[in-house]
C-alpha cells in the first residue's frame, strides 16, 4: 500500500512544470477573487456612493437637502435633471436618483406628505441599503423636525380658530424657538442619532481582519483542490487503460492496497496544495494563519481527507478517464456554487442556503471561516471538522464496493 502510494507521489512531482501550473492556477484565482471581494488593494474607508439628485422644488430647503447630502462622507451628489437622471440610470452608469417633487418645501412646512422619492436599479440591492441608511438620517434631520413645526402650527390654527392673525403669528414664533433651541441642543442630536434600529457588529472587519480576503482563499482554494484530487484519482482509470493495473492485480499484494495506496498518494498532495495555498496567502495576502494554527492545520487534514475521497470516488465509479473529466467538472462545479466557492452565501436565495449542506465546500469554508473571521476555539471549530471526517469517510466506503465491482471483474 505504501510503495504503491510513495509510487503516485513520484509519479506526481515526475512532471515539475505540471505542479507549478496546478498550484499556479489556484493562486492566480485566490489573488484575482481577493481583488474582486476588496480583500486586498482597498482601503479601509469605503467608497463613497454616487447618487443622482433632481431638484424640481428649486427652493431654500431643497437647496439645504443637496448641500447637507453632499457633505455626507459616504454620499456624492451628482445634479442631472430628471429625464437625464433616468437615462443613466437605465444605461447602468448610476445607481440611482433621489427626487424632490415641485411643493417640497411647502409640504414640509406644512408638515404633509413629503413629495420625495428614490428611483433606482433593482440589480444595485444591496448598494441601495446602503444609501438608504445614510438618506434616512440626514432627510430626518432636515425634514422631519420642520414638519413636526408645521404640524404643531397647523394643529394651533385647528384648535384656536378663534385667535387673531397676530396671536397666531407669536404663538408660532415662540414655538420656532422652542424648535430652534432644541436643534442645537445635545437632545436633539441624540434622538436623530437613535432615529433608527441601533446596530452594533459583533463581527467586523476591524475587529476580526478582512472578510473578502477569507471568502476568496478558502472558497477557491477547496473548489481547485477538488479539480486537483479528481485529475489524481482518475490515474487509477490511466493505469487500467494502459494496463498497468491488470500487472498489478496479478501480483500478491490484497487489492484493497492498490485503492488504499492510491488515497494515501491523493491525500498526500491535497494536504501539500492547501498548505501552499494558506503559505502563500500569509506571505502575499496578508493573512494571519497563525491565529490559530492548531486548528488550522486539523482543517487542512480533515478538508484534505474529504476533497481525496471525492477524487478516488469518482475514479471509483466512473469507467473512463473521459467519465471522470466530464462527470466531476459537473458535479465540482454544482457543489462549489452551493456551498458558496463562487459566490458569498449570504447573496443566495433561502433555497440555496438549504442546499449548501451537502456541498464538501460548505463545510471546509465554514471550517476556515471559524478559523480566520469569527476567531472560535477548535472545540466549536471541531463539528465541522468531524462532518468533513463523515464525508470522507461514507465516499471511501462507497469507493471500496465501487472498486471491488468494477475493478476486480479484470482478473
Not at 36 to 45: N, V
Not at 297 to 319: D, E, N, P, R, T
Not at 338 to 350: D, E
Amino acid at each position: 500500500m505504501f510503495t504503491i502510494a510513495l509510487k503516485g507521489i513520484k509519479r506526481y512531482f515526475k512532471d515539475k512544470t505540471a505542479v507549478f501550473l496546478s498550484l499556479l492556477l489556484p493562486i492566480a484565482l485566490i489573488t484575482i477573487f481577493a481583488l474582486m471581494y476588496g480583500g486586498i488593494g482597498s482601503k479601509k474607508e469605503s467608497r463613497p456612493i454616487s447618487l443622482l439628485f433632481s431638484d424640481q422644488d428649486n427652493t431654500q430647503l431643497s437647496a439645504e437637502v443637496y448641500t447637507k447630502l453632499n457633505n455626507e462622507e459616504g454620499l456624492n451628489l451628482i445634479a442631472r435633471p430628471y429625464n437625464e437622471a433616468e437615462e443613466l440610470i437605465r444605461k447602468g452608469k448610476n445607481s440611482a436618483v433621489l427626487v424632490l417633487y415641485n411643493g417640497f418645501q411647502d409640504s414640509v412646512n406644512a408638515g404633509k406628505k413629503i413629495p420625495m422619492e428614490l428611483f433606482y436599479d433593482q440589480a444595485k440591492e444591496i448598494e441601495m441599503g446602503l444609501l438608504q441608511q445614510a438618506l434616512w438620517s440626514n432627510l430626518f434631520g432636515i425634514t422631519m423636525k420642520k414638519g413636526i413645526k408645521g404640524k404643531v402650527s397647523n394643529w394651533i390654527k385647528e384648535q384656536n380658530p378663534d385667535l387673531n392673525d397676530s396671536q397666531i403669528t407669536d404663538i408660532q414664533t415662540k414655538v420656532e424657538n422652542q424648535f430652534s433651541d432644541f436643534e442645537s441642543s445635545e437632545e436633539s442630536s441624540e434622538i436623530e442619532n437613535n432615529s433608527g434600529l441601533p446596530m452594533t457588529a459583533l463581527v467586523s472587519e476591524e475587529k476580526n481582519g478582512n472578510l473578502g480576503l477569507v471568502q476568496a482563499i478558502a472558497g477557491i482554494a477547496i473548489m481547485m483542490l477538488l479539480f486537483s484530487v479528481s485529475a489524481s484519482g482518475a490515474t487509477l482509470l490511466q493505469e487500467k487503460e494502459d494496463g498497468t493495473f491488470r500487472r498489478l492485480l496479478i501480483t500478491p499484494i490484497n487489492p484493497s492496497e492498490i485503492l488504499f495506496g492510491k488515497m494515501l498518494s491523493t491525500l498526500f498532495m491535497s494536504i501539500l496544495q492547501l498548505t501552499i495555498m494558506f503559505i502563500y496567502s500569509w506571505l502575499v495576502l496578508g493573512l494571519d494563519i497563525f491565529i490559530n494554527l492548531p486548528a488550522l492545520l486539523l482543517m487542512i487534514l480533515c478538508a484534505a481527507i474529504a476533497c481525496s475521497s471525492f477524487g478516488i470516488f469518482m475514479a471509483s465509479v466512473c469507467k473512463s478517464r473521459k467519465q471522470v473529466e466530464s462527470l466531476s467538472t459537473l458535479i465540482i462545479l454544482i457543489i462549489s456554487a452551493l456551498g458558496g466557492s463562487m459566490m458569498p452565501l449570504f447573496f443566495m436565495p433561502a433555497i440555496m442556503k438549504k442546499l449548501a449542506v451537502i456541498s464538501v465546500n460548505y463545510w471546509a469554508m465554514e471550517g476556515f471561516f471559524d478559523i480566520f473571521w469569527r476567531q472560535l476555539p477548535i472545540i466549536d471549530i471541531l463539528p465541522k471538522m468531524l462532518i468533513l471526517l463523515g464525508i470522507g469517510a461514507v465516499l471511501t466506503s462507497i469507493s471500496i464496493v465501487a472498486f471491488k465491482r468494477n475493478y476486480l471483474k479484470m482478473i
